[in-house]
């Protein structure tokens, strides 16, 4: 039931952010929300405050921000139609940012609770290739290549991904000092291995702000390099998850998470959700009708042009957009459904 409860959370969370993303900016404009809805489907119940309808409806997947004249059918003074194109601009944005932002506070967070990864090591793989050239558990390393290493970050810096030898100048734990050379020994997957880990320490706060941008920035540039790949057909199309498919994994990844311990599994749920955040912010922006990527291109023609495209041209290229997008949602849940009973 908790892992039900953490996966339905984890939805509403990122769907809340990137809805109150597109409601704050559209207030700040003073342009009119007329609802602020939570879910999709039938109406539970809603609040009236001021202008705008805030609701919760049956189905906690999905939401909306009803942002009035945002379908190019209201010119009245609050509306979106009656803004000018860069406002228009970032409200559209609004959302995405805020979905990203949500991601940087996500992995940033994480860094604080688990610390970050230190040059010394913790764990040395038997008759690996670290193992047999006397790198041992406690062990400090201080350089690499004559270069130093005050974190994994700068030691994986130094060791790259070549399969040439590298010398480590070391600090055992009785303060003595050692130089090893260590060359990798290639694996399976073509990656080379070492054969150690590194321990942990506790993050400072610029360590934790500057983590979290750095990983949520490095996430987004993977999803763009996925969608690339997803287009050249890199990555077939059938590797394509949905929501069926991402429940599937989130529980799995809970069921892993807790052969190792509640908190265990709680923080990886945490680290999907900074995923899913990120993600939701690129495909958002995806120059595709009917997203918020597919409105920010007509908003940008809209300032080249100096006049707004034709509300009803636009309007039938977003239901076009819309309805190829159900098109691809349904075989991507055909994909899900087949990967999970299949």
């Known amino acids: 039931?908790?892992?039900?409860?953490?996966?339905?959370?984890?939805?509403?969370?990122?769907?809340?952010?990137?809805?109150?993303?597109?409601?704050?900016?559209?207030?700040?404009?003073?342009?009119?929300?007329?609802?602020?809805?939570?879910?999709?489907?039938?109406?539970?119940?809603?609040?009236?405050?001021?202008?705008?309808?805030?609701?919760?409806?049956?189905?906690?997947l999905g939401g909306f921000c009803a942002i009035e004249g945002e379908g190019g059918d209201s010119y009245e003074e609050d509306s979106m139609m009656s803004k000018k194109p860069w406002q228009k601009f970032i409200i559209f944005i609004a959302g995405a940012v805020m979905n990203f932002l949500l991601a940087w506070v996500i992995f940033a967070s994480i860094i604080g609770y688990t610390g970050t990864a230190s040059n010394t090591v913790s764990f040395v793989e038997p008759n690996s290739p670290a193992y047999e050239a006397g790198l041992k558990e406690g062990d400090m390393i201080v350089a690499i290549n004559g270069n130093k290493t005050k974190d994994f970050v700068a030691i994986k810096e130094q060791l790259g991904t070549s399969a040439d030898a590298h010398t480590f100048q070391v600090i055992e734990s009785n303060k003595a000092e050692k130089t090893l050379t260590i060359e990798p020994k290639q694996v399976e997957d073509g990656r080379y291995m070492y054969g150690f880990r590194p321990g942990k320490a506790a993050a400072s706060f610029v360590d934790i702000v500057w983590g979290g941008l750095r990983d949520s920035v490095m996430v987004v540039v993977q999803i763009f390099q996925t969608f690339i790949m997803l287009i050249t057909g890199e990555v077939p199309v059938q590797e394509l998850a949905g929501i069926v498919g991402v429940v599937q994994i989130s529980s799995d990844m809970w069921n892993e998470g807790m052969k190792q311990g509640m908190m265990t599994a709680i923080m990886t749920i945490v680290n999907l959700a900074g995923l899913l955040s990120a993600n939701l912010a690129v495909f958002n922006l995806l120059p595709l009708p009917a997203l918020d990527g597919g409105r920010i291109v007509f908003t940008i023609i809209e300032m080249i042009r100096r006049k707004p495209v034709d509300p009803e041209k636009e309007g039938m290229v977003h239901t076009i957009g819309f309805i190829l997008l159900m098109v691809l949602m349904v075989f991507v849940l055909f994909n899900d459904l087949r990967r999970v009973f299949g």
């Open 1 to 60: 039931m908790s892992k039900i409860i953490m996966i339905v959370l984890m939805f509403a969370l990122i769907v809340l952010i990137h809805e109150l993303g597109h409601f704050l900016a559209a207030r700040f404009f003073k342009v009119r929300v007329n609802e602020f809805a939570i879910g999709m489907g039938p109406k539970l119940f809603g609040i009236q405050k001021g202008d705008t309808l805030y609701s919760i409806r049956a189905l906690p």
